[in-house]
């Protein structure tokens, strides 16, 4: 992946932005799509929409959620440390020992969560896997009163864990669920800069899809599109204890994956394997036999409704500090949204 690229995303990644405090990522997609964009719009909720004006009638959008799990202060106790609440699908097993940081205006505290030791646990806490109830943060603060000097209720929370390259393709950090849906959102605008297309192209990087679509249904409202394209992650299903005769075959660095099933229109889908054929990308495919639970999902709903495909990037370990995703499979996302976007023109039938 080239360098812009590679920074852009790492700064994507690691802008904390957990649903409904999304602005610190969406200023990072603000000035990287701005040179491409006819115009920036910015709507109440905090989607950010980069507008590509088309010569044609069609719009179409194209969005990936800025959103990312995260935690919030709910209450500090007389000894200084934070008890705190989800924002988000969070697995309470996974955090002991983390690292977080604790966001406070502008000001940034480092901590890490608490458990009770083994050598503590007491009969049936020792079988069972931790609640959130169970755990805390600690900032190294003296007492309440010094705790509260730094934080407060409702303060944000996220994980810390950097970004780390596995190999040459493959990295992992916090939040590729979903800076990889904006980051090719933004990419696609990037790898189509300098052409004219007949859509228009709305690239959206919206905000609270983890908890409930919520972004996408004011942003698609607001645009109106007569095409909606989410960009998610699906679960890479090519690691241990995962049963292929359930969840699929998906490989990691395996390619870009196209979801089928009612939440997709037809003539989408075809377009879409259309695009990567000409891009010369091998998709992968997914069964989505009902609505997904992605922003493809509000969007089609909009209004009398909207024509929506869903294109995934594979992801191993979903709503962990150490998620990986595939460059290759991120570049072979945005190839394949250009040409589709290419294709399209007022005579594009959508109609099942
Ligand atoms: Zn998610």
Known sequence: MEKELKSFFKSLVLAPSPSGFEQPAQNVYRSFVKPYADELLNDVHGNVIALKKG?????????????????????????????????GGIDATILPGLKVKVYHGNKVYRGLIGRKPIHLLKGDEK?????????????????????????????FITFDPGMEMLSRDLVTTKATDNKSGVFVAAGVLKAL??????????????????????????????????????????????????????????KLGGGPVLAIGANINPRILELLKKAAADAGIKPQFEAAPRGTGTDANAIQLTRSGVATGLISIPNRYMHTPTEIVSFSDLEGTVKILAEFVRKLDDKTNLIP
């Open 127 to 155: 079988g069972r896997s931790p609640q959130i109830s169970d755990l805390w943060i600690d900032i190294g603060a003296k007492n309440k009163k010094d705790s509260e000097k730094k934080v407060c209720v409702g303060d």
């Open 55 to 87: 010569t044609g009638k069609l719009r179409v959008m194209i969005v990936g959620h800025a959103d990312e799990i995260g935690m919030m202060v709910r209450y500090i106790d007389d000894d200084g440390f934070i008890h705190f609440t989800a924002i």
């Open 193 to 250: 800069s300098g052409e004219k297309t007949k859509a228009s192209i709305y690239a959206v990087s919206s905000v609270q899809e983890e908890i409930g679509l919520r972004g996408a249904t004011t942003s698609a409202f607001g645009i109106d599109p007569h095409i909606g394209i989410a960009i998610d992650v699906t679960h890479a299903t090519d690691y241990p204890g995962m049963d292929k005769k359930q969840v699929g075959d998906i």
